[in-house]
C-alpha cells in the first residue's frame, strides 16, 4: 500500500498556501488519521513537513470552509461533512451511477468483493467496492490505493499503454515490493500486458501479496478510452479454482459497463 | 435551495490562495458545474469573483494534487476523484455506516424517500437518500442543501436550540423565502421547534414547498448531543394520509439509529 502522495512543493520545497492545504487534506485523509479518528495539529505538522504556525492558520481556513472539523473533546482535526458532500459530486457520475448494480451482480455471482478502480498516477485508486452479502461493510476500501504495476487492476487499466508510455508513465519509479511473482522490470510488465490483451482479462497470482489472487478487466467510455477497471480479488485458497470463471464474469461486468458508457465494440467481443 | 458559500476574504475582501482554491472546489462542485459537466476558467472566475489568472494558477495546482482534472475535450474542469476518494473519508463513518440499512428499511417501509442530513451553519447539508425501489438512483440529492428553518430535518437538527442560540445562529440571516407555511421570525420557529420536542418530531407542512410534506426526527450520540436527522418527505397529495404513520417509522429510525451511536434514552422514549 503506497500513502498518498501530497502534492509537493514547487520552487525547491517552497509550497503554496494552497498546496499546503491540499497536503493537510490528505493527510487527515490518511490511514492514520482514520484509525485514530482525527490528527492534532503537531502531527499534521509532521506529517505534512511544515511550521505548526502555519499548519494551524491553514487549519483555521479549512475548517472555516467546513473542510475541516475540529473535535470537541479530542481537539483533533477531521474531514468534515462540507468535503463529503463534495466528494460525492466529484468523479465521473454516469459511471459511479452506472456501477453500482453491475458490482452488486458481479460480487453475488462471484461469491467474492468486486471493486471499480480508476488510474492514478501510478496507482489503482479503489472507488466502490461491493461484498457478496449485505451483511459486511466494504466501506474501508474506497479510496484505497494499491501499485499499479503489481494488481491485476492495475494492470487492466495499463491495457492500452506501450513499452514506452509505461516507460514515461513509470519513470524514476521504484518497482520494488508487491508480491512473489509480480513484475520486476517494465519490459516484464509489458509483456504481462500484452498477454492479459489477448485474453481480454489481467490476471494477478500473488503478483500484488502472497495467497491473493485477483482478476481484471477494463472499462472503456464511448471513445473507446480505459476509464476505469472492474476486479474481483480473494484469497487464492478460496477463488483460485474458480478464477476462470470469476474472469469470464469479470469481463462480462467491464463489458456491460462500457456499454453503459457508450462503448460498443467491448460487449461484442465478450460475446464472441 | 440556498447556494454554497464559498470561504468568504478576510481583511476586507482579500482571500488567501488557499480560500480561493477552496472556493473553487465548492463552485465545482455547484449545480451550474455539475449540469454543464465541469466549468470552464473564464466561468470559474466570474463565479469566484477572481482574475483569471489568479483562477488559472490556482486551478493548476489543484489539479497537480488530483483535485481537479480538466476534460481533454471540452478544456472544462471537474472535481477529480482523488477528491472523490478523499470524501469517501470524510465524516463520521460511524454514523454513515450505521445509517445505510436504516435509511433503507425507513424508505421501503414507508414508500418514500429517506434522507439523513446534518446541520451546516444555518443549512441542512443532504449526506444520504435512499428511495423506497433500487430502480431509481437518489445520488443527486447527496451534497444538497436546504434551508435549516423551514425544513422538517432542519427543526429536528436545531431541537436542543434555546431561543437564545436560535438568534446567535441566525444572527443577521434572511428567513425570508420558503413556503407558505415557513415561520417568518426566530420566535415562531423556536415556538414550532417547542412544539417539535414534545412530540419527538418535527413535520413540515409546506414550510418548505408548496404541495411537499416532511417529517423529521433527530439522531443523538453516546454524548447526547444531536449530530444528524433522519427524514422523509413525499408530495402532499401522497403522504399527508399516511404523515403520522411516516413519522412514527421516523422516530424509530432515528432512535435505532441514536442506539448504535451509543445513545440510551431514544430508544426508551421511543418505545414508550
Given at each position: 500500500?503506497?500513502?498518498?502522495?501530497?502534492?509537493?512543493?514547487?520552487?525547491?520545497?517552497?509550497?503554496?498556501?494552497?498546496?499546503?492545504?491540499l497536503a493537510i487534506l490528505l493527510t487527515l485523509g490518511s490511514e492514520e488519521a482514520?484509525?485514530?479518528?482525527?490528527?492534532?495539529?503537531?502531527?499534521?505538522?509532521?506529517?505534512?513537513?511544515?511550521?505548526?504556525?502555519?499548519?494551524?492558520?491553514?487549519?483555521?481556513?479549512?475548517?472555516?470552509?467546513?473542510?475541516?472539523?475540529?473535535?470537541?473533546?479530542?481537539?483533533?482535526?477531521?474531514?468534515?461533512?462540507?468535503?463529503?458532500?463534495?466528494?460525492?459530486?466529484?468523479?465521473?457520475?454516469?459511471?459511479?451511477?452506472?456501477?453500482?448494480?453491475?458490482?452488486?451482480?458481479?460480487?453475488?455471482?462471484?461469491?467474492?468483493?468486486?471493486?471499480?478502480?480508476?488510474?492514478?498516477?501510478?496507482?489503482?485508486?479503489?472507488?466502490?467496492?461491493?461484498?457478496?452479502?449485505?451483511?459486511?461493510?466494504?466501506?474501508?476500501?474506497?479510496?484505497?490505493?494499491?501499485?499499479?504495476?503489481?494488481?491485476?487492476?492495475?494492470?487492466?487499466?495499463?491495457?492500452?499503454?506501450?513499452?514506452?508510455?509505461?516507460?514515461?508513465?513509470?519513470?524514476?519509479?521504484?518497482?520494488?515490493?508487491?508480491?512473489?511473482?509480480?513484475?520486476?522490470?517494465?519490459?516484464?510488465?509489458?509483456?504481462?500486458?500484452?498477454?492479459?490483451?489477448?485474453?481480454?482479462?489481467?490476471?494477478?497470482?500473488?503478483?500484488?501479496?502472497?495467497?491473493?489472487?485477483?482478476?481484471?478487466?477494463?472499462?472503456?467510455?464511448?471513445?473507446?478510452?480505459?476509464?476505469?477497471?472492474?476486479?474481483?480479488?480473494?484469497?487464492?485458497?478460496?477463488?483460485?479454482?474458480?478464477?476462470?470463471?470469476?474472469?469470464?464474469?469479470?469481463?462480462?461486468?467491464?463489458?456491460?459497463?462500457?456499454?453503459?458508457?457508450?462503448?460498443?465494440?467491448?460487449?461484442?467481443?465478450?460475446?464472441?
Amino acid at each position: 500500500m503506497v500513502a498518498p502522495r501530497a502534492p509537493g512543493g514547487k520552487e525547491g520545497g517552497r509550497a503554496s498556501a494552497l498546496q499546503r492545504g491540499l497536503a493537510i487534506l490528505l493527510t487527515l485523509g490518511s490511514e492514520e488519521a482514520l484509525a485514530s479518528d482525527g490528527l492534532g495539529v503537531v502531527r499534521i505538522a509532521e506529517l505534512v513537513g511544515r511550521e505548526k504556525s502555519q499548519v494551524s492558520r491553514a487549519l483555521q481556513t479549512l475548517a472555516e470552509a467546513g473542510f475541516t472539523e475540529r473535535d470537541a473533546a479530542t481537539r483533533c482535526y477531521r474531514l468534515g461533512w462540507r468535503l463529503f458532500a463534495l466528494g460525492a459530486r466529484a468523479g465521473d457520475a454516469l459511471l459511479l451511477h452506472a456501477a453500482e448494480p453491475v458490482l452488486e451482480d458481479l460480487a453475488a455471482c462471484t461469491g467474492e468483493t468486486a471493486h471499480l478502480s480508476v488510474l492514478d498516477d501510478i496507482e489503482v485508486l479503489t472507488l466502490l467496492s461491493e461484498v457478496p452479502t449485505a451483511a459486511v461493510q466494504a466501506r474501508e476500501w474506497r479510496g484505497r490505493r494499491a501499485p499499479a504495476w503489481c494488481t491485476s487492476s492495475g494492470r487492466a487499466l495499463l491495457f492500452d499503454h506501450s513499452l514506452e508510455e509505461l516507460e514515461r508513465r513509470f519513470a524514476g519509479r521504484d518497482l520494488s515490493g508487491g508480491g512473489p511473482n509480480a513484475a520486476r522490470t517494465l519490459r516484464q510488465l509489458h509483456d504481462r500486458v500484452v498477454g492479459d490483451c489477448a485474453r481480454g482479462v489481467a490476471v494477478s497470482d500473488e503478483e500484488f501479496e502472497v495467497g491473493l489472487v485477483a482478476v481484471a478487466a477494463p472499462v472503456r467510455n464511448a471513445r473507446g478510452a480505459i476509464v476505469a477497471a472492474v476486479n474481483v480479488s480473494a484469497p487464492k485458497f478460496r477463488l483460485s479454482a474458480g478464477l476462470e470463471d470469476a474472469g469470464r464474469h469479470v469481463v462480462a461486468a467491464a463489458a456491460s459497463l462500457s456499454a453503459e458508457l457508450g462503448h460498443r465494440r467491448t460487449l461484442e467481443a465478450a460475446a464472441r
